[in-house]
């Protein structure tokens, strides 16, 4: 019998049945707990459940990169391994810091509120066409719900602008 032209790999390495049991799972799962926005109730947030730590960092790192919150990493005992702060730090990720975005700040001074104003709704018009209204009416929507009240008068300035600048001429 000739030896063959390749390597001959051992049976370890030809299936996944051959696994040793150090690389099998042990049943066991590690929880990453996460949602989609932040959320004060504990009971409402997702869990993914994987086999091992290296495999559950992994989904926490993939959920961070997506833009979730990750809030802990429970050991397949349920003790919580690392929180919030330890998993971005063991992932080297830095803290980012919280800062709320102005739109508006930049965009509407108040001296001349009525001709920025035309100009955002005229650039809102060219990019979100019809939709545009409804956008801004969002926009105003949420900084009222921020109660941010100077936020809301301007953007239902710029809604009145873009609904004026729709009408259809007959």
């Known amino acids: 019998m000739t030896s063959s032209p390749w390597p001959r790999k051992t049976r370890a390495t030809l299936s996944w049945q051959h696994l040793s049991a150090s690389d099998a ?16 109730e504990t009971a409402s947030r997702n869990t993914a459940l994987e086999g091992s730590e290296r495999a559950a960092l992994d989904r926490a790192k993939h959920l961070l990169r997506m833009g979730f919150v990750v809030y802990e990493l429970r050991d397949a005992d349920g003790i919580v391994v690392l929180d919030e702060p330890g998993i971005k730090d063991r992932l080297g990720i830095k803290p980012e810091a919280v800062a709320v975005e102005d739109p508006l700040s930049d965009a509407v001074p108040d001296p001349s509120p009525g001709e920025v104003n035309d100009t955002l709704a005229r650039d809102m018009i060219d990019v979100h066409g019809n939709g545009a209204a409804g956008i801004a009416r969002g926009n105003a929507r949420n900084a009222a719900v ?11 300035a710029v809604v009145d602008v873009i609904q004026r600048r729709q009408v259809p001429s007959l």
């Open 25 to 40: 799972e042990s049943g066991k799962r590690w929880a990453v707990m996460w949602d989609t926005s932040r959320k004060p």
């Open 146 to 156: 921020a109660g941010r009240t100077e936020q809301v008068r301007k953007w239902l």
